[in-house]
């Protein structure tokens, strides 16, 4: 599903990378976390992978293809079958909840009956389906993001990228969001999640990759805080 071959990436000539020789492999179906400070190249990476950057080195392969190569049309092709969920809901305030949701299947040209069936099929396992035709501005911000997650998983993605989804939102938005994550993995979507919500990996926990000072290390998600609020000790935990 997700194949990264010595990649590394930076900015700026001369610079230190961002992100410094990495490979791993996520195969499909799996959930994988990404992990590390703030800053230690967590956006970055999942930039790559969703094909908003290219890489200054190395390989990426995306659902069998090398992305390091392909056309932009091949690029757009890949993009629709990827979900991406962002730190910050990227809603459009002036159509509702359900509009919002729609969108994709839309763009796929969808017909009207078969969009209806999906998006209130979706809202209603968010327990949101009575604020479908709501503005997504007299939401709350849990209740944003769980709309922002409904409609990058609407069109049903092979890949479902999420970028800290819960970093500002309560702990029963964050469970609703990773129940639906948890169910769609079940049915066999590739998950990669990043996160440094320590409830979050205690509660939910899933194999690991964590950054730090540029490289990977694969760790299962229960020993990410192995000292208490510190992230001295990982190294001998890979």
Known sequence: MLYFDQVTLTYKENDSPVLDNISFRIARGEFRYLTGRNGAGKSSLMSLVAMATQPSRGQIRLIGQDVTRCARHQRQALRRKMGVLFQEPRLIDHI???????????????????????????????????????????????ERQAVSLARGVVHRPLLILAD??????D????????????ELNKLGTTVMMATHDRWILESWPRPALHLEGGKI??????????????????????
């Open 164 to 169: 800290e989804p819960t970093a500002h939102i």
């Open 96 to 142: 509702s909840v359900f509009d919002n949701v729609a969108l994709p299947l839309r763009l796929c040209h969808i017909s009207e009956q078969n969009i209806h069936t999906s998006v209130i099929e979706l809202l209603k396992w968010l327990d949101l389906d009575h604020k479908a035709y709501d503005l997504p501005t007299a939401l709350s911000g849990g």
């Open 217 to 238: 290390m694969q760790i299962p998600s229960r020993e990410v805080f192995a000292a208490p609020d510190s992230y001295d000790n990982l190294s001998s935990a890979a």
């Open 171 to 182: 702990n029963e938005s964050s469970k609703r969001i990773l129940r639906l994550l948890s």
